[in-house]
């Protein structure tokens, strides 16, 4: 027969054991939860003549969550630096609303299903990790979409984002160096600013 204490040191070790299986990376969490008060919004309000309310609430949803300036710097590299204050401001405000223009006519454009946030294999100590997640869609093929995401000591904000298999920062960064090139940094930021006035074409 086992004794007491057996039994209970067996019972704390599979307690342990559980709450080890539990747990999830705190970046894992919030791209968890964040998804799903986005599909929320998408599966209550996603109809005809919606369009603009529901890209209004997911912005606000995810607005929080992303870092935009430092997403910017890296998409501008090293042209970032040599751009004044006031320059790197309006760089981000035109790149932001060009990404959520682009994300949100995503997500409208297509029933969403489900989103699938795979575990963080990295240990919780990591302050920089990659959030995988797939986007499973009615009628089309699934996407993955991985979020790369940074913690300054109170949250997580993502600072680029894997699309199947592209990650905007490097998907961008050329042909921004280009318009830098030949406009300079006013010129890129006259371009995006256009891009933005654009109707966003749909997927």
């Known amino acids: 027969m086992l004794n007491t204490q057996y039994m209970t040191r067996l019972l704390a070790g599979a307690a342990c054991l559980v709450s080890v299986a539990a747990y999830a ?5 919030l791209v968890k939860t964040t998804t799903q008060d986005v ?4 599966k209550r309000d996603n109809k005809p003549g919606n369009e603009k309310l529901v890209r209004d609430q997911v912005t606000a949803k995810l607005l929080p969550y992303f870092d935009f300036t430092r ?61 995988k997640t797939v986007v499973n869609r009615s009628g089309a093929a699934a996407i993955p979409v991985d979020y790369h995401m940074a913690s300054n ?4 904000k993502v600072y680029d984002v894997i699309a199947e298999g592209r990650s905007i920062v490097t ?8 318009v830098v090139t030949q ?5 890129l930021i006259k371009e995006l600013a256009s891009k933005n006035q654009q109707p966003q074409a749909k997927p």
């Open 25 to 29: 990376h705190p970046a894992e969490d």
């Open 39 to 42: 599909l929320t919004i998408l």
């Open 71 to 131: 997403m910017t710097a890296l998409v501008v590299g090293k042209n970032w630096r040599s751009a004044t204050p006031a320059q790197q401001a309006s760089l981000t405000k035109e790149f932001k609303t060009l990404m959520i223009q682009t994300y949100s006519n995503v997500l409208t454009s297509t029933k969403v299903d489900n989103i699938t946030v795979k575990p963080v294999q990295d240990p919780d100590t990591s302050t920089d990790v990659m959030v």
């Open 153 to 156: 000591g109170s949250t997580w």
């Open 171 to 178: 998907a961008q960064r050329s042909s921004y160096s280009q």
């Open 183 to 187: 406009s300079g940094i006013d010129g």
